[in-house]
C-alpha cells in the first residue's frame, strides 16, 4: 500500500508542481523591458550602437538573451538580426522597432522608450496576476492532497485501509481513485496554464506606426511598413490582421487626416487604450479561474477522495 500511495502523491505533485518559469509568458518581458530601457538611456547619451551592445551585455541583470545579443552584434551580425534571433517575442519586438527606426529615419532612443513601457506593464500584468491566482492553487493544491491524507488520517485512528487496499476490490478503487485524482489535478492545471501562457503585449501595431510616423515617412504607408517589419523579424506579438482594411489601424490614421489632428498622439492614445481594455481581460480570466477550477475540484478529484480516502476505512472499520 505504500508503494501504491506513494506513486499517487507523486502523481500529484508532478501534475500540481510550480508552475514553471516561461520564457514567454510569465515574466516573458522582464528581460527586454530592462534591456529596451537600457539601451533607450544609452543611446540618449550618444554611445554607438556597438558600445551599446557590449554594455548590455555586460549587465547581467539583462539576462542570458542579452548577453547572446550583445555576442552576435560583435561577431558582426546587424542589430535587427541580433534581437530577432533572440529567444522570447519580446526581444522580436524591440529588433521590428529598430528596424523600422533605421527605415523611417526615427529617433532610436525614443522608439525603444516606448517598447520598454509597454513591456513594463506586461510585467507589472504578471505580478498582479500571480496574486490572483494564489488562491486556486491554494484550492487545488488542498483539495488534492485530500485522498492520500484521509488514508492516513484512517490509519492513524486504527482503522488500517491496507488490508483492504490489498484486496481485488482495494486495487479496483485505488486505480480508480488515482486515475480520477490524476485527470481532475491535471485538466485545473490546464485550465491554470490557458492563463498563464495568453500573455501579450496589445497595441503593439500602434506603438510600431508611431515609429514610422515620427521617422517622417507618409501615415498611409504605416501600416505597410508595420507589417514588413513584422514579418521580417517574425514578431509573432503583432497579427497580420491588424493591418487589413477596416482594422482600428487604417481607421485611426484615415481619422486623423481627415480631421487634421497630429497622427503620433492619436496612435500613442490608441495603443494606450488597446493595452488597458487586454489587460482587464487577462485579470477577468484570471479572477474566473478561481470558479472554473471548481468543476475539475468535483467532478474528478472529490470522487477520487471518496474512493480512495473514504470507503476503504470504511470497509475496513466495519471489519472491525
Same mark, same amino acid.
Given at each position: ?128 496576476? =500571480? #496574486?490572483? @491566482? /494564489? ?5 487545488? $493544491?488542498? &483539495? !488534492?492532497?485530500?485522498?492520500?491524507? +484521509?488514508? *492516513? ?106 480631421? =487634421? #489632428?497630429? @497622427? /503620433? ?5 490608441? $495603443?494606450? &487604450? !488597446?493595452?488597458?481594455?487586454?489587460? +482587464?481581460? *487577462? ?38
Amino acid at each position: 500500500m505504500a508503494r501504491l500511495l506513494a506513486g499517487v502523491v507523486a502523481r500529484w505533485r508532478s501534475l500540481f508542481g510550480a508552475a514553471p518559469d516561461h520564457g514567454e509568458a510569465g515574466g516573458m518581458g522582464a528581460g527586454g523591458a530592462r534591456a529596451a530601457r537600457q539601451m533607450s538611456t544609452l543611446l540618449g547619451g550618444g554611445i554607438a550602437p556597438e558600445r551599446m551592445f557590449e554594455l548590455l551585455g555586460q549587465d547581467a541583470a539583462n539576462g542570458d538573451e542579452a548577453v547572446q545579443v550583445a555576442h552576435r552584434v560583435a561577431a558582426g551580425a546587424s542589430p535587427v538580426d541580433a534581437l530577432a534571433r533572440a529567444e522570447g517575442a519580446e526581444w522580436r519586438v524591440l529588433a521590428a522597432a529598430w528596424q523600422l527606426a533605421v527605415v523611417g529615419g526615427a529617433p532610436l532612443g525614443p522608439a525603444l522608450a516606448r517598447i520598454s513601457e509597454a513591456l513594463a506593464a506586461l510585467d507589472r500584468l504578471h505580478e498582479r496576476r =500571480g #496574486v490572483i @491566482l /494564489a488562491g486556486p492553487k491554494a484550492t487545488v $493544491a488542498i &483539495v !488534492a492532497a485530500l485522498p492520500p491524507l +484521509a488514508l *492516513l488520517l484512517g490509519a492513524s485512528l486504527g482503522f488500517d485501509p491496507g488490508p483492504v487496499l490489498g484486496s481485488p476490490m482495494g486495487a479496483v478503487l485505488l486505480v480508480a481513485g488515482a486515475l480520477l485524482l490524476a485527470c481532475g489535478v491535471g485538466w485545473a492545471r490546464v485550465l491554470q496554464r490557458r492563463v498563464e501562457t495568453g500573455d501579450h503585449v496589445a497595441g503593439l501595431e500602434y506603438e510600431l506606426a508611431w515609429i514610422v510616423v515620427r521617422g517622417g515617412a507618409d501615415p498611409g504607408a504605416a501600416p505597410r511598413l508595420v507589417a514588413d517589419a513584422v514579418d521580417a523579424v517574425g514578431a509573432e506579438w503583432v497579427p497580420f490582421t491588424r493591418f487589413l482594411a477596416g482594422e482600428p489601424l487604417r481607421g485611426t490614421i484615415a481619422a486623423a487626416r481627415q480631421a =487634421g #489632428v497630429p @497622427l /503620433a498622439a492619436q496612435l500613442l492614445e490608441e $495603443a494606450q &487604450v !488597446a493595452r488597458s481594455a487586454a489587460h +482587464a481581460r *487577462l485579470e477577468r480570466e484570471a479572477e474566473q479561474l478561481g470558479i472554473r477550477v471548481l468543476i475539475p475540484l468535483a467532478v474528478c478529484v472529490l470522487p477520487s477522495f471518496i474512493l480512495v480516502g473514504v470507503v476503504p476505512v470504511v470497509l475496513s472499520m466495519l471489519r472491525v
